[in-house]
């Protein structure tokens, strides 16, 4: 047997290994560890829940038909909602998701409001229910969309391409309000809440940013859905 022969059985042998491993993990691997699989927003948070987050941010239509399926109410963005520096050319306005928002209207990406959504549900809500006892009420929050350049910087925040949303705090069933500025670190059910929903984030979000990161975000969490990598 010559070189090249044996060298052509080699790879051959390599190949079919390859699409073996593949066909075994798509087969058995559960869905939100799989990249394979197509996501679904009510899966469990796994490890390639963001990876495909960031799959759908290209392809509208199917991130539609995610929202639709997770019962998502939102609406396209009005003509000449953005303006020149920070258009808004396929943002969406979010009428309803697992909680109300203080602050309305929340316009943002497809991806962002699927992202936010998977927050809402494996995270926020049954975190609020074990630590606190209580389920949310309202969401706390600054906003979505805002046509600005990050903080000391001349970048375009992901705030200016609705890509971003920034939370203050939470308002509960029980009257309880719970707030980003007063109970960051706090030794207490509400201090690990927000830690344990700004850690949930981090596996969601492209880019968490707390009261650790710096003074600007000493009052909120960020999170964003741009093509950073940063949990802070």
Known sequence: MNNT?????????????????????NRY???????????????????ATHYKLTRI?????????????????YSPVGENAGTPTCP?????VLNRSNFPY?????????????ALYIWEHDVVRPQAESLLGSRIEEVLTYGSYSCRNIAGTNRLSEHGRANAIDIIGFRLEDGREIQVREQWREDSAEGAFLDAVHTGACRVFSVVLGPDYNADHADHFHFDMGNGALCS
């Not at 808004?88 to 969406?92: C, F, G, N, S």
């Open 5 to 25: 022969l044996r060298r052509t059985i080699k790879q051959l042998g390599i190949v079919a290994t390859v699409i073996l491993a593949i066909l075994i993990v």
């Open 29 to 47: 691997l559960p869905p939100q560890h799989n990249p394979l699989r197509p996501i679904d927003l009510d899966d469990p948070i796994g490890v």
């Open 57 to 73: 941010k290209s392809d509208n239509s199917l991130c539609y038909t995610l929202l639709d399926k997770a019962g998502i109410g």
């Open 88 to 92: 808004l050319e396929r943002a969406l």
């Open 102 to 114: 203080s602050v309305t209207p929340l316009r943002m990406t497809c991806s962002t409001m699927a």
